[in-house]
């Protein structure tokens, strides 16, 4: 069984392979993907179409600045080319991610990618 970093390395490579389908195989059935920035999103059927736009709409790199583990949960710290850093915990039960939130600046990420900014 892959300990939870493992889990995560193999996350980041399919990330960046902006492979949804390998993503989304990383997932329990019923696992919840909460980005804070966004509302969450439940189920793996529901996390791979959120992988898939996203990858649709811009270029994402993920780069390992940490990646720590305690018990069944792994803590990454990355950043991206651009600039852009954040962090993300995933809680990992057999081998399946099982929760994950991530903490993230949507504001400067959509700058960097030179996407349509909110209307407040």
Do not use: T
């Amino acid at each position: 069984m892959m300990s939870p970093k493992d889990v995560v390395h193999r996350w980041v490579e399919a990330f960046n392979r902006a492979d949804a389908d390998a993503l989304a195989a990383l997932y329990a059935d019923d696992a919840v993907n909460h980005q804070v920035a966004e509302s969450p999103v439940s189920g793996r059927a529901a996390i791979r179409r959120m992988f898939a736009d996203e990858f649709a709409s811009a270029d994402m790199v993920c780069l390992v600045e940490n990646l720590f583990e305690d018990g069944e949960w792994a803590m990454l710290e990355w950043r991206d080319p651009l600039g852009l850093r954040g962090c993300g915990f995933f809680h990992i039960v057999d081998g399946r991610i099982v929760f994950q939130r991530g903490y993230w600046d949507k504001l400067s990420f959509l700058r960097a990618q030179g996407l349509p900014l909110p209307n407040n």
